[in-house]
């Protein structure tokens, strides 16, 4: 999924948001909601370490869906990504934007657990609860109101880091709590219920892992997990929810072998040991199902890459790959650990054949890319740049690549300009503007560049001088 950043119409500092509050939510035009959501998603890039691991983007991304197209607003659109974090967390930014904390995903004991937060985050968008949780934000121009939805969010997913450019507002304000109020999360739950079922996941697992939430945090008083703070789950919220659920048929909802793999590779990125993991995965690697023992067996080869054991890892892996040739997850890792030992000529190999198997698959096609870079093939890697479709060019990592490859060719004037959309999407605004000056220093600069150069400038400045009202109110 592509995010179109920096293509809008029309100067978002233009534009002073209405009223949010208002449920029906025709004060807030589906353009601006995409705008705001945008704007949000890159305040937040800067402030949290959100994975850009492409598989856990695209798994996230795929069980979202899948859940959002049987909500009750299927049309709407929305982009899941995965904080990388201990703590249990999900919230709901502006314009469908859903984060969920690794941790979350790691304490769910089944997929439908995991489902059920999903589809319960999913209904406070469709249900437009957000809008009245984030009243702070009303009536403030566009990027204001994206920056102080995100300082709430980062507030409360860690106090310690809510601090950066928007601490002045932070301060000042008196509303940075996300308020959900208790008819909120009791719709949350009723619509979130129906999406789950529609799903096919069992509808049960959400009074269940709530519960689990709840007792969890008896245990552990004030580190209870956030989720708790920002959803309050009561105990009669839990009995509901449970005999709503209780009237649906009953219905098994087997884990699928992504959702193993994923949780496997998250432990990996988590904060314990290669050691410690390694005895971790060979602890399981005989319990369970074959397909259980197989994501096992992938976390071990992570952990052996985490260890700088390529050699061990590989092997695993292309046994792995030969057990089960369909999983893309075991030829990526093999493509990846082969890139990273500097084997690019096989890592080439790799990413060719995932490539042809998946044209679609917008995250090969960048990791390939990356790959030619590193090789210092940047022709090849400018020319398969420059196919990609305009749909999927809005991508930090995409800029990214660009800049790199003019990099190579020595082609300054490009490099800083590509490195300011970079900075742009990825919520760091003044590095982009500083990018764009040294673009208009740098050799090899033209009048149809200086024409961009000049337009970019401007529009980066007016966002800075919007928050900077923001930080005087
Ligand atoms: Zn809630």
Same mark, same amino acid.
């Given at each position: 999924?592509?995010?179109?950043?920096?293509?809008?119409?029309?100067?978002?500092?233009?534009?002073?948001?209405?009223?949010?509050?208002?449920?029906?939510?025709?004060?807030?035009?589906?353009?601006?909601?995409?705008?705001?959501?945008?704007?949000?998603?890159?305040?937040?890039?800067?402030?949290?370490?959100?994975?850009?691991?492409?598989?856990?983007?695209?798994?996230?991304?795929?069980?979202?869906?899948?859940?959002?197209?049987?909500?009750?607003?299927?049309?709407?659109?929305?982009?899941?990504?995965?904080?990388?974090?201990?703590?249990? =967390?999900?919230?709901?930014?502006?314009?469908?934007?859903?984060?969920?904390?690794?941790?979350?995903?790691?304490?769910?004991?089944?997929?439908?657990?995991?489902?059920?937060?999903?589809?319960?985050?999913?209904?406070?968008?469709?249900?437009?609860?957000?809008?009245?949780?984030?009243?702070?934000?009303?009536?403030?121009?566009?990027?204001?109101?994206?920056?102080?939805?995100?300082?709430?969010?980062?507030?409360?997913?860690?106090?310690?880091?809510?601090?950066?450019?928007?601490?002045?507002?932070?301060?000042?304000?008196?509303?940075?709590?996300? =308020?959900?109020?208790?008819?909120?999360?009791?719709?949350?739950?009723?619509?979130?219920?129906?999406?789950?079922?529609?799903? =096919?996941?069992?509808?049960?697992?959400?009074?269940?892992?709530?519960?689990?939430?709840?007792?969890?945090?008896?245990?552990?008083?004030?580190?209870?997990?956030?989720?708790?703070?920002?959803?309050?789950?009561?105990?009669?919220?839990?009995?509901?929810?449970?005999?709503?659920?209780?009237?649906?048929?009953?219905?098994?909802?087997?884990?699928?072998?992504?959702?193993?793999?994923?949780?496997?590779?998250?432990?990996?990125?988590?904060?314990?040991?290669?050691?410690?993991?390694?005895?971790?995965?060979?602890?399981?690697?005989?319990?369970?199902?074959?397909?259980?023992?197989?994501?096992?067996?992938?976390?071990?080869?992570?952990?052996?890459?985490?260890?700088?054991?390529?050699?061990?890892?590989?092997?695993?892996?292309?046994?792995?790959?030969?057990?089960?040739?369909?999983?893309?997850?075991?030829?990526?890792?093999?493509?990846?650990?082969?890139?990273?030992?500097?084997?690019?000529?096989?890592?080439?190999?790799?990413?060719?054949?995932?490539?042809?198997?998946?044209?679609? =698959?917008?995250?090969?096609?960048?990791?390939?890319?990356?790959?030619?870079?590193?090789?210092?093939?940047?022709?090849?890697?400018?020319?398969?740049?420059?196919?990609?479709?305009?749909?999927?060019?809005?991508?930090?990592?995409?800029?990214?690549?660009?800049?790199?490859?003019?990099?190579?060719?020595?082609?300054?004037?490009?490099?800083?300009?590509?490195?300011?959309?970079?900075?742009?999407?990825?919520?760091?605004?003044?590095?982009?503007?500083?990018?764009?000056?040294?673009?208009?220093?740098?050799?090899?600069?033209?009048?149809?560049?200086?024409?961009?150069?000049?337009?970019?400038?401007?529009?980066?400045?007016?966002?800075?001088?919007?928050?900077?009202?923001?930080?005087?109110?």
């Amino acid at each position: 999924l592509a995010l179109s950043v920096s293509s809008l119409a029309y100067s978002a500092n233009d534009i002073k948001l209405p009223d949010m509050g208002d449920s029906t939510g025709t004060l807030i035009s589906p353009l601006q909601e995409k705008a705001l959501g945008e704007s949000f998603f890159r305040n937040i890039q800067s402030q949290l370490p959100i994975s850009n691991d492409p598989d856990i983007q695209q798994y996230i991304q795929s069980i979202g869906q899948h859940i959002a197209s049987h909500s009750d607003n299927p049309q709407q659109a929305f982009y899941f990504f995965v904080v990388l974090s201990q703590d249990i =967390n999900a919230f709901a930014g502006p314009g469908g934007f859903i984060g969920i904390n690794s941790g979350l995903i790691l304490n769910s004991e089944s997929e439908s657990e995991l489902a059920s937060v999903i589809a319960h985050e999913i209904a406070h968008v469709t249900q437009r609860h957000i809008y009245r949780a984030y009243e702070a934000a009303n009536r403030m121009t566009l990027p204001a109101a994206a920056a102080m939805i995100a300082a709430i969010i980062v507030a409360t997913q860690a106090p310690e880091m809510g601090i950066g450019a928007v601490s002045a507002i932070q301060a000042g304000s008196a509303q940075m709590q996300i =308020n959900f109020t208790r008819d909120n999360e009791q719709e949350a739950d009723r619509v979130g219920l129906q999406s789950l079922a529609r799903a =096919n996941f069992d509808p049960r697992s959400m009074p269940a892992f709530f519960e689990k939430l709840q007792q969890a945090s008896r245990y552990y008083g004030t580190g209870a997990p956030e989720f708790l703070r920002t959803h309050p789950i009561t105990s009669s919220r839990i009995a509901d929810t449970r005999g709503r659920a209780e009237t649906y048929p009953y219905r098994q909802s087997a884990d699928s072998q992504m959702y193993r793999l994923i949780k496997a590779k998250l432990r990996t990125l988590g904060p314990s040991s290669a050691d410690d993991l390694i005895v971790f995965f060979e602890k399981r690697l005989s319990i369970g199902t074959q397909k259980q023992r197989e994501a096992m067996q992938y976390g071990l080869a992570l952990s052996y890459a985490k260890k700088q054991n390529t050699e061990q890892a590989s092997t695993l892996l292309k046994k792995l790959h030969q057990s089960d040739p369909q999983q893309t997850l075991y030829l990526s890792s093999l493509a990846r650990i082969s890139s990273l030992n500097g084997d690019f000529t096989v890592a080439d190999s790799y990413y060719q054949s995932l490539q042809t198997d998946y044209p679609e =698959n917008q995250s090969f096609k960048r990791e390939g890319i990356a790959n030619l870079i590193k090789a210092k093939k940047a022709q090849r890697a400018l020319q398969q740049l420059k196919a990609i479709p305009y749909a999927f060019q809005h991508h930090s990592q995409y800029y990214l690549l660009l800049a790199q490859s003019y990099g190579l060719l020595k082609k300054t004037a490009y490099l800083h300009r590509y490195m300011a959309e970079y900075y742009y999407v990825t919520g760091q605004t003044s590095t982009a503007i500083m990018q764009i000056k040294l673009a208009q220093q740098a050799k090899g600069n033209n009048f149809y560049l200086a024409a961009i150069l000049e337009d970019r400038l401007q529009f980066f400045k007016a966002e800075i001088t919007a928050l900077k009202h923001l930080e005087n109110l």
